[in-house]
């Protein structure tokens, strides 16, 4: 097969996913595509700027579907990011801006409050695009609006909860719903918790399953699903209850394996999160290196996190953030599926829980005051090995998931 045509086959795979991370029964191997066509360097260069111009090409392709086959439901925000359709949020608005906004058509759906961070979402006037809601809040005077945008429902549905092992570990999640691993979970999208793929997979590097060993093998796992049945799941403020929930849980480290744009409320409950004792960990995504800033990753403060194969490379699906923090194996290795067995997976995704997984060892209490030294603990059990993995590899021997 051609280089061309390997790489155009490896990355339509990469990307199907429109979770940005994936579950692949079998991955082709792009080994071939990352060597340069006769060992000439402009070659390596060419096949680089191809592949990022393929990923940047599928993401648009796989919000375009998105949009597409959700009308109604799902929009573009005015940067071209899929959005709650027909929805804005506003943050700490007083009574005299919802009511200037309730006089131009705009209607309240929720005010709420997370982390101290107060916000309202409200419902767009019938024919009024995203682009031109924001427009007009601003003219009445708002000052943080934004669409809702996604990040791969809301309201909870209470908990469902399985015993833990008793390792004394616990570690907060926020992705689909978890099935098979020892969980509480609470649902933030409509139809959740219910268990899905991808978060039954990402659990699994966690606390291990019947057939996969975790990071932190009996750990107990609080799953924040904000996907449900909702296809327009994984929006800011389903995430931003998530957190809520998970801080007031005294939950020490959580996993975000989740990608988007800034989003101004969930920068400020990211950040009140962090200032309470919790470590937030994030995948930097699958668009590749030309792709925009992932979110949450590039919040500061939160644990950014890329993915390697088996051979300690960085993954050229890899996504990118303000700062990097660290690598762990995502791909070549083993997740638990649907069924109870196993699967293999690969994208950021899968490395962020393996991360999440050693910090919880080294952190295990909610404490601001041991983050440092929890960190640093982390940092000296890292592999150096340049600036691509951040601080370094962690968990290498992770990636031999299986039991």
């Not at 429109?18 to 692949?24: E, S, V």
């Not at 680089?48 to 919000?63: H, P, T, V, W, Y």
């Not at 979970?185 to 699994?204: D, E, L, M, N, Y």
């Amino acid at each position: 097969m051609r280089t061309t045509g390997l790489l155009m086959l490896g990355l339509a795979s990469l990307l199907a996913s429109a979770a940005a991370a994936q579950l692949l029964p079998a991955v082709p191997s792009l080994e071939g595509a990352l060597r340069p066509v006769g060992g000439a360097l402009d070659g390596a260069v060419e096949t680089a700027a191809r592949g990022a111009r393929d990923l940047a090409e599928a993401r648009l392709s796989r919000i375009a579907a998105l949009v597409r086959a959700n009308p109604g439901r799902v929009a573009l925000d005015p940067d071209g990011f899929p959005a709650r359709a027909g929805e804005v949020i506003l943050s700490d608005p007083d009574a005299a801006l919802v009511t200037a906004a309730e006089t131009k058509g705009f209607a309240v759906i929720e005010r709420e409050e997370a982390l101290g961070v107060g916000y309202a979402r409200l419902s767009v006037p019938k024919g009024l695009a995203l682009k031109a809601a924001i427009r007009l809040l601003r003219a009445l005077g708002a000052k943080d609006v934004s669409a809702d945008q996604l990040y791969s429902g809301s309201g909870a549905t209470g908990d469902v909860s399985q015993p833990s092992s008793g390792s004394g570990l616990r570690v907060g999640m926020i992705d689909g719903g978890v099935l098979g691993s020892a969980v509480t979970q609470r649902g933030f999208a409509s139809g959740a918790p219910r268990g899905s793929k991808h978060g039954t997979a990402v659990a699994s590097l966690i606390s291990g399953s019947d057939h996969v060993r975790g990071a932190a093998p009996g750990a107990h796992v609080l799953a924040a699903d904000v996907y449900g049945s909702d296809p327009a799941g994984g929006n800011a403020t389903a995430i931003v209850k998530a957190l809520g929930w998970l801080v007031a849980e005294r939950v020490p480290v959580v996993t975000i394996s989740l990608t988007g744009p800034p989003n101004f409320l969930l920068g400020r409950v990211v950040a009140a999160a962090q200032a309470r004792g919790t470590i937030i960990v994030a995948a930097v995504g699958n668009d590749g290196a030309a792709s925009p800033l992932s979110y949450p990753a590039s919040y500061p403060g939160v644990i950014a996190v890329t993915a390697t194969d088996g051979r300690k490379r960085i993954l050229i699906e890899a996504g990118r953030a303000t700062h990097l923090d660290y690598a762990a194996p995502g791909a070549d290795i083993l997740a638990a599926d649907l069924t109870g067995g196993a699967v293999r997976v690969r994208g950021t995704s899968f490395a962020a829980p393996l991360v999440a997984a050693v910090i919880a060892r080294a952190y295990p209490v909610q404490a601001l005051a041991n983050r440092a030294s929890a960190l640093a603990s982390v940092d000296a059990g890292a592999e150096r090995l340049g600036a691509r993995y951040g601080r370094g590899l962690v968990c290498s021997a992770c990636r031999m998931a299986l039991k």
